[in-house]
């Protein structure tokens, strides 16, 4: 099984600033996710992150506000800009591998916007 | 539009009985259903997943029932353990080419708590 590294693990921080989040993946994967968990709500795909190209956003979600990269198959970042109190939320970064049903998740970035 | 629900946020049960978690779906194009268990300041992991061509998996304590008529899947936990004391959540995506995963869709998960 893949092991995903997230960093970092909660952070707070001030309206208008941003915060950028890591993800580690320890073995190549062919897709790497980007989910939010807002309290009390399911898990929202915010975006695929691909490599060497731009992400791919669901409705939404716009590249100005969460620019993600992915510049090789183990490595993703999100950014959240320009954060304001409504960004508050678990985010998490997944992969999934060769086989379907294999979707793995780091272990999530617990952000507190005042 | 919330596609995956899971109408109960939590779910009570004494340790050595069943858990059952339920699960619907309102999009008929669902086609592979998977379950994933959180604990506190963890991701989630997988736990369990079944094909709409089935109506049963099992695996170990876990089971899985898929009622495809009614778009409605549970989780059967027997026996139940604390250590399986977890949010657990249910996920549904539709199979592209018969093998690849599509975009999954959570519902909002089910806080278990499974007491001596």
């Known amino acids: 099984s893949a092991v995903i590294s997230q960093k970092p693990s909660r952070d707070i921080c001030q309206r208008g600033t941003s915060l950028t989040i890591q993800c580690q993946v320890d073995?190549?994967?062919?897709?790497m996710f980007w989910y939010r968990q807002q309290p009390g709500q399911s898990l929202t795909l915010i975006a695929t992150?691909?490599?060497?190209?731009?992400?791919?956003?669901e409705s939404g979600f716009v590249i100005d506000k969460f620019p993600i990269s992915r510049p090789n198959l183990t490595f993703s970042t999100l950014t959240v800009s320009n954060m304001s109190p409504e960004d508050s939320s678990i985010y998490l970064c997944?992969?999934?591998?060769?086989?379907?049903?294999?979707?793995?998740f780091g272990s999530g970035t617990q952000l507190s916007v005042l | 539009d919330q596609q995956v629900k899971q109408n109960s946020p939590s779910l009570s049960v004494q340790e050595g009985r069943i858990s059952i978690l339920n699960c619907d779906y309102t999009?008929?194009?669902?086609?592979?259903f998977l379950w994933y268990k959180k604990y506190p300041a963890e991701g989630p992991t997988f736990l369990i997943s079944?094909?709409?061509?089935?109506d049963k998996n099992e695996d170990g304590r876990f089971t899985v029932f898929l009622n495809k008529s009614a778009k409605h899947l549970s989780l059967h936990i027997v026996p139940s353990q604390p250590g399986d004391s977890a949010v657990y959540f249910c996920?549904?995506?539709?199979?592209?080419?018969?093998?690849?995963?599509?975009?999954?869709?959570f519902g909002r998960g089910t806080q278990l708590t499974v007491w001596p």
């Open positions: 997944s992969g999934q591998g060769a086989e379907y049903e294999k979707l793995f």
């Open positions: 999009n008929s194009m669902f086609d592979y």
């Open positions: 073995s190549q994967v062919t897709m």
């Open positions: 992150a691909n490599q060497g190209s731009e992400a791919t956003y």
């Open positions: 996920a549904a995506s539709a199979l592209r080419r018969g093998s690849t995963l599509g975009r999954l869709y």
């Open positions: 079944i094909s709409s061509i089935k």
